[in-house]
């Protein structure tokens, strides 16, 4: 079963939002200027890996509002990015964005489901895989 593994918040001004975010909920903001991204640490997390240390706590982030990516987004694990994108589209929902990779991490895509809403997919590199370069 596949699970809801991050989220992400768009912003118009990510100063502006990332100040909110640490005084409305003392969020940990680490800013990614090279991908205009910000991690968000929400939980008591790993401070090696960054990951969640409590079972199903998870963390987000913070990116520019643009595109179709324009409300929040929740993402689900899966095992194969490129199996679960063609059942989405088998059910009647559509890629918006096609599979591609965060380096030594993983990689993620954005689908649209049949009712309109925005959803993101992650897929683990394989274990022993961390040095990968990138490619999709």
Do not use: C
Not at 21 to 41: C, H, K, V
Not at 94 to 103: E, I, L
Request: aromatic share 8%.
């Amino acid at each position: 079963m596949a699970g809801v593994v991050h989220f992400e918040i768009p912003a118009d001004d990510q100063g502006r939002a990332n100040s909110f975010y640490e005084g409305a909920f003392g969020w940990t903001l680490n800013a990614m200027p090279e991908m205009d991204y910000t991690i968000a640490i929400t939980t008591p997390s790993d401070e090696t890996t960054g990951m969640p240390s409590a079972p199903g706590a998870i963390n987000g982030a913070l990116f520019p509002r643009e595109g179709d990516l324009k409300t929040p987004i929740i993402t689900v694990d899966v095992e194969d990015i490129d199996a679960s994108l063609a059942q989405i589209e088998s059910l009647g929902g559509t890629v918006v964005k096609p599979k591609d990779s965060v380096p030594g991490m993983g990689f993620y895509a954005y689908f649209k489901d049949t009712e309109g809403n925005i959803l993101g997919l992650w897929e683990n590199l394989p274990a022993g895989d961390a040095g990968d370069t990138g490619t999709a």
